[in-house]
């Protein structure tokens, strides 16, 4: 009963404004966001490659206001990428981005997220890496998918994210699984309504198998975003039946949910990404992060009371 209700205080400016300047401990935030800076995120970068992981990088903020604020997003991905260069690291990190920060949500949004984000996507090329482009609300979607095509004209890894709860992902995984596209599959995160979305558990984790079914029967490079044990494991038996090896697909996970689970996948020869953000703009994927789990929330109350 919970998750609706933090997702909702997720969108609200009153609720960003009071959590933002709360006494959160920084111990709470730093579960998930390990970092306020390039220079804060590098040692983490090169800790987890040390041990055999992979990362997709994000820079977090979301639901900018200006065409200012979506060039400073742009530039701080600029930046990271520039900072990654002598760290050589290829594909083992790449980027995640939120087509929202870069001014899709502003007047002529849709042509301006493609402007800002594509110089991104040309750095992280010159790098030997690529880009792919998160899934935000459905709303923003048919705009993100026109941008993902757009992108790959020139640059074909670009990759995109699709939710299983939403009732037409099954139809956009069909079209994207074909060669060479690069798909993460998630759950989803955003609060949706009962019109687009499944807002069952059980209807969510079984359009899940159905569209992960597809994705790995299909010619496309599959990602599974996932922390789910059951998923997981019909993954594996799922790209098992497929005829996938090892390389022909991946996991991933966010930085901070199952550390040993990361680990555990990559000893197995599994290829597994972990999704890091770092930032200051930090309160929107926090809230979604307290939002999946009710037991984050009493942790974050407890810390606040205890201060
Ligand atoms: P769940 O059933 O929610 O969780 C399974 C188990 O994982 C839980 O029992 C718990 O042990 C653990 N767990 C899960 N979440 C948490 C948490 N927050 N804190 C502590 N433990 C937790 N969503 C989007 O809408 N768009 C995106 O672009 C997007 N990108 C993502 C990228 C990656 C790499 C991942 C892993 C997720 C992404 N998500 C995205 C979030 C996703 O939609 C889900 O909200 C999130 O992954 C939780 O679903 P789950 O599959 O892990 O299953």
Known sequence: ML????????????????????PVTKQVVDRFIPGETVDEILPIVRELTDNGLELTMDVVGEDI??????????????????????LGLGERAEMSVKLSMFGQALSGGHELALANVRPVV??????????????????TLDSMFAIHEALRKDFPRTGCVIQAYLFRTEEDARRLAAAGSRVRLVKGAYKEPAEVAYQQKHEIDKAYVRILRTLMEGEGYPMIGSHDPRLIA????????????LDEYEFQMLYGIRGDEHLRLAAEGHRMRVYTAY????????????????????????????R
């Open 122 to 139: 040309e750095a992280a090329a010159e790098i030997g890496t690529t880009v792919t482009l998160d899934a935000e609300d459905h709303t």
């Open 3 to 22: 998750g609706p209700v933090i997702l909702a205080a997720s969108r609200s400016d009153r609720m960003r404004r009071l959590i933002s300047a709360a």
């Open 65 to 86: 206001t200006t065409p200012e604020q979506a060039e400073a997003a742009r530039d701080a991905y600029l930046e990271l990428i520039d900072r990654l260069k002598p």
């Open 234 to 245: 019909i993954a594996q038996e799922l790209a098992r039946t497929a005829g996938r090896k």
């Open 279 to 306: 930032g200051t703009d930090w309160y929107g994927y926090f809230m979604r992060r307290l939002a999946e789990k009710p037991a984050n929330l009493r942790f974050f109350a407890r810390s606040m009371i205890s």
